[in-house]
């Protein structure tokens, strides 16, 4: 798999992201800085998380308008699957490959702290290396994760199995216990109409290391490894 | 002279709003030969203002050890830098920003990190942890909570914006801090060893080059308003306070290590603390130069600024370097590219003296050299601080029950968990942190490689107050400890010396004892002071702050794979108490919490006694014998099991019974003592005899709760959930 990270002003999880990826493919991954107006043929395109451009507006309003956006938005377009992370989710919102919208945190604090999560579908290149209904530990850092969209939004990705990944207690219970920052429905993650497309808040490249005390998100990047092999 | 240089009088009312002296002014006079202008005047005033000369310190501050093999750099540059093997150098500094977190906390404490960042990446490193020192008021203080809200928000809104982990750090509150808060905040980075970057200007001729933010009207005479005491119109000094810019300081700080990667810099300084006017001054001083500055190539956020604003003003994210006169386009491309502002704004002259111009006219002309070396230094009068008297266990009544007591320490303000506050830093950016909050020290690895870095910030104020030399040997100590306790060999110190007004004998006394207690455990541990900060004048209408001399201390890991942490790991392994316990109950947070009182002398600092245990310590966590360790430290004994055992989600029994006093034995606060846990207590045992430390088998792991003789019971969810909730719900109260 060759995999490309996109890379912000102010992205700061970009080399976290590269040294997951390249742990799991072996191969390495292409930086792609923010002013480039083309995309190396890769794989996989991955927009880390940080704060694109200070993000004093609203997360990733500025980045969804960059010029190299629009060159991920097409590639979306060929099919070629993109992962965003924390940042990198807002930004696919703000950029309309995916719906909703991450709002402020319910608390209006900034979280960092490892949640428990559900994967809620194994039908996905992404998923792939979990089990539906598994129980994973993946941190969270975020002031803005609060995910939200209408109600028929909401029970359109519902109904279309697109939500990836919700917060949850450890015993698997999806509801306000379980949910770090108010989002709808528990949502940390969705897919685009395609599934080639991911959103999440939690941060699988921290969760990639047993030394930082869990491998839970590897397994999503050894998941990718295999199917874009 | 041109008008603007004869326009403003000088009368003893501006010197005197300039904070200097008539003598001090008489000393102008005497190296300028002739009247200041006032931005002349403004220059005197900010570098000879207390924050920017230590003239109070100095003295006392060239007392401390400052060498050793491991030190490249030590005190007098932006950050210290130590040697860590492989090619590679730790860099790090404490700095202080009480006065504008007390006045604004968000951008206070948020410059305070912005600040101190780019004092670490100016030195050509990565920064790769940051840690603060916090203390609050009381609780109950109307401005706690606010100021805590703001301050936690602050540290986290620029840590984590520009992608440094905060990895560790202390808070307190007393009284004492009511009307002055302190916000202390360290960078440790990590630069190749031959490439560090220095702040000695050279070159006549070459150019002066600004980069970064736009220079405003903010912070106009900062370092003057630390200086000073507060009043009731301290809410007046709101505009002294900077507003930051974390993602221009993540622009700054990949642009500089950009350039810093080529062979384009002769010298480099941030400008913090009197912005232009202090980092031109010290750089043209260290180089034994001249500088010329043209301020209208001085890239400026408002209009019409004038020489004396835009020399002064403390605009944040902004740096100044001499560059080698082929490498300019080099240079300005990279900071292009970061879509950074780039200006040559003046060049390295030989006269010697600061020389500003602005269209076309001299508006500044000062001899570099008289301007610092002239300098106050003052030997100030001081009272010698006694230590109290020492109060005896049998003096202070035991508590009805050592539950219920254990419960009220674990759920006070000083000792409750920090959760509130470091789950608001991103601890794990950067993807390196090994062991996060909520231990003895943090460890981050060194990107790349299995060593580590062990960081840690302490100070026990209550201590310092009760005896000052004591406070300092014991804050040292515990930083060393918190290092040792990871398995770390502690590295170097930096310290962040916060008092009052030096101008008052027994305040000036406190600052005596706290260096040379300081001083004495340095040097017994070789444990070098390789940069500091010094913050005086925190008192508000005569009420002192406690003397709170912070250190923070870096150790090196040689191999992560053997560090431990303070979780009890698994049940039934053997918990040993390493150290002496005599029942020391003097300035002890048990004292303070169950029986109200503050008194006594503090526990006594036997530097012998730790090197010996600690080296003990270290050395069977690095034989792999040692499952997990911890410093005992507030609260003693009992409340650091209790520590361990919420960490591990894990109970013990206490098996081994005392002679001394229930309360002296489980909350006296002696030092150099470890509790650690091994699958071999035996061996630990009969080595720790053969090294002549002092080691007993306190008990053994497992269990749901805490077991003590005497059949009593402590469960563990109850009491974690004392622990966890006190500062969430003070934090929740309108």
């Known amino acids: ?229 | 002279m041109n008008d603007e240089m004869t326009q403003s009088e000088i009368t003893p009312e501006v010197v005197a709003e300039h904070g200097l002296t008539p003598d001090e002014y008489q000393t102008v006079l005497d190296i300028m030969g002739r009247e200041p202008n006032l931005t002349e005047l403004g220059i005197f005033s900010v570098m000879w203002s207390e924050h920017c000369s230590y003239k109070s310190s100095r003295k006392w501050l060239k007392t401390l050890p400052t060498k050793g093999p491991q030190v490249i750099q030590g005190p007098g540059e932006n950050a210290g830098v130590v040697d860590i093997g492989g090619g590679r150098a730790v860099v790090f500094k404490i700095e202080s920003h009480n006065h504008p977190s007390f006045i604004e906390p968000y951008q206070g404490a948020a410059t305070g990190v912005g600040g101190i960042l780019r004092d670490v990446f100016t030195m050509g490193a990565r920064p790769v942890a940051n840690l603060n020192a916090l203390r609050f008021g009381a609780p109950d203080h109307p401005r706690t909570r606010h100021l805590v809200d703001g301050v936690v928000a602050g540290i986290g809104g620029y840590g984590n914006c520009i992608g440094v982990p905060t990895v560790a750090g202390e808070v307190n509150f007393h009284p004492a801090y009511n009307g002055n808060i302190l916000v202390n905040a360290m960078t440790v980075g990590i630069a190749d060893a031959d490439k560090i970057f220095y702040s000695a200007a050279a070159g006549v001729g070459n150019p002066v080059v600004y980069v970064g933010s736009r220079t405003g009207r903010d912070g106009i005479h900062g370092a003057t308003m630390a200086s000073a005491e507060f009043s009731e119109d301290s809410e007046e000094k709101r505009p002294t306070v900077q507003v930051g810019d974390p993602f221009t300081e993540k622009l700054l700080l990949e642009a500089c290590l950009e350039l810093m990667a080529t062979d384009s810099i002769i010298a480099i300084q941030d400008m913090g603390a009197a912005g232009l006017t202090c980092s031109s001054v010290e750089m043209a001083d260290k180089g034994g130069v001249g500088i010329e500055l043209n301020l209208d190539a001085v890239p400026a956020r408002e209009d019409a600024m004038t020489p004396y604003e835009l020399m002064l003003s403390e605009s944040q994210e902004r740096m100044l370097m001499v560059l080698k006169p082929e490498a300019e386009a080099t240079a300005r491309a990279i900071f292009e590219k970061w879509e950074l502002d780039f200006a040559v704004v003046g060049r390295i002259t030989e006269t010697g003296a600061l020389v500003v111009t602005e269209k076309g006219k001299t508006v500044v002309d000062i001899p570099v050299a008289p301007l610092v070396e002239a300098s106050p230094e003052y030997d100030r009068p001081y009272d010698e601080i006694a230590a109290p008297a020492i109060i005896r266990s049998e003096n202070v009544p035991n508590p009805d029950d050592i539950s219920a007591a254990l419960t009220q320490l674990m759920s006070s303000p000083d000792l409750c968990s920090r959760r509130w506050i470091w789950e608001q830093y991103d601890h794990m950016v950067m993807g390196d942190t090994v062991q996060p909050p909520g231990g003895d020290a943090a460890v981050v690895r060194i990107h790349g490689t299995q060593q580590g870095l062990a960081v840690t910030t302490d100070c026990t104020p209550r201590y310092c107050k009760a005896h000052p030399e004591t406070g300092g040997r014991q804050a040292v100590a515990e930083a060393w400890r918190n290092l040792t306790a990871v398995g770390a060999t502690p590295l170097a110190l930096t310290n962040n010396l916060n008092f009052g007004n030096p101008e008052r004998r027994p305040i000036m006394g406190q600052f005596v004892g706290c260096v040379k207690g300081i001083g004495a455990a340095a040097a017994a541990f070789e444990f070098p002071v390789v940069s500091g900060n010094v913050s005086l004048y925190n008192e508000t209408n005569g009420e002192a702050i406690l003397p709170t001399p912070v250190i923070g201390g870096v150790g090196l890991i040689p191999d992560i794979s053997k560090c431990v942490g303070i979780a009890l790991p698994a049940s039934d392994q053997a918990i040993i108490l390493i150290g002496e316990t005599t029942g020391w109950l003097g300035s002890s947070i048990y004292l303070r919490e169950i029986c109200r009182g503050e008194e006594g002398a503090p526990p006594p600092v036997d530097l012998e006694a730790e090197r010996r245990n600690g080296g003990f310590v270290r050395d069977q966590i690095h034989r792999g014998a040692v499952t997990a360790c911890h410093d005992l430290s507030d609260g003693g004994l009992l409340v650091g099991l209790a520590e361990m055992a919420l960490a591990g989600r894990m109970g013990a029994t206490i098996e081994a019974t005392s002679t001394l006093q229930p309360h002296a034995w489980y909350f006296g606060e002696d030092q150099a003592r470890y509790l650690c846990t091994t699958a071999a207590a035996d061996d630990l045992i009969a080595r720790a005899r053969e090294a002549g430390v002092p080691a007993m088998l306190l008990g053994r792991t497992g269990g749901g709760e805490l077991n003590l003789p005497g059949g009593i019971t402590i469960c563990l969810d109850s009491l974690r959930e004392s622990h966890e909730s006190w500062l969430p719900d003070y934090m929740a109260k309108a």
């Open chain 1, 1 to 229: 798999m060759k995999a490309a990270v996109i890379v912000f002003p102010g992205s700061n999880c970009d080399r976290d992201a590269q040294v997951a990826l390249e742990e799991a493919s072996g191969l390495p991954v292409a930086m792609v800085w923010h002013g480039q107006h083309d995309l190396p043929k890769v794989d996989l395109i991955v927009v880390p998380g940080g704060f694109s451009y200070g993000d004093y507006l609203r997360g990733g309003a500025m980045a969804a308008h960059s010029p190299i956006m629009r060159e991920v938005t097409a590639a979306a377009d060929r099919g070629v699957p993109v992962l965003g992370i924390c940042n990198g989710f807002q930004v696919l919102t703000e950029c309309g490959m995916l719906p909703g919208v991450l709002m402020r945190n319910a608390n209006l604090k900034f979280i960092c702290r490892s949640v428990h999560l559900r994967v809620e579908t194994s039908q996905s290149i992404f998923t792939a290396g979990y089990e539906e209904g598994q129980i994973v530990q993946i941190p969270v850092a975020h002031n803005e994760g609060n995910y939200f969209a209408d109600a028929e939004t909401l029970d359109r990705l519902e109904g279309d199995g697109r939500i990836a990944f919700r917060y949850a207690t450890p015993d698997g219970d999806i509801g306000p216990a379980g949910n770090p920052n108010g989002a709808a429905r528990n949502i940390a993650g969705i897919f685009n109409e395609t599934k080639t497309v991911l959103g999440m808040m939690p941060h699988p490249e921290r969760a990639a290391d047993v030394r930082l005390g869990g491998t839970d998100g590897k397994a999503l990047f050894d998941g990718l490894v295999e199917a874009l092999a």
